[in-house]
């Protein structure tokens, strides 16, 4: 078994992680284009989209919580990519209480809810792609 460094993830962690944040970005993303800007309506806009997007948030928490314990504990002691680390964290908190108002609360903050979860989705992505980027060239 191969040793890793502190906070470092195992490979199959670190692909799942990336894997399922880009599939729930990038069908968040594919989904406000065609719902809100019409770009490409019909397909980027269809409801199968959006479950793509629903499933891939649900397998991005998972992912998270299999982070949590070691790599964002070893991350906070260490001081390393420690912006982007909590923006992320921030980002993904308000993105999940976003997502449950989408669904369970009361149509007058419907709107709001989902102008700050598209906004702030953005924010997480670009601060997501800085994280790993600035990962690999640290390497």
């Not at 499933?55 to 912006?83: D, E, R």
């Amino acid at each position: 078994m191969r040793k890793h460094g502190l906070g470092k993830m195992p490979s199959w962690q670190r692909w799942f992680t990336i894997f399922t944040l880009s599939i729930c970005s990038l069908s968040g993303i594919a989904f406000l284009l065609g719902h809100e800007f019409h770009i490409s309506r019909s397909i980027l806009g269809d409801h199968l989209v959006l479950t793509l997007h629903g499933v891939g948030s649900a397998f991005t928490l998972m992912a998270f919580g299999t982070i949590l314990p070691f790599h964002i504990k070893a991350g906070l002691k260490s001081q390393k990519n420690l912006i982007s680390g909590i923006t992320q964290l921030a980002c993904l908190s308000i993105l999940v209480i976003t997502a449950l108002l989408l669904y369970y609360g009361p149509e007058e903050i419907h709107e709001g809810s989902e102008l700050t979860h598209w906004i702030i989705g953005l924010v997480f992505f670009t601060f997501f792609l800085f994280h790993i980027v600035n990962r690999t060239l640290r390497k």
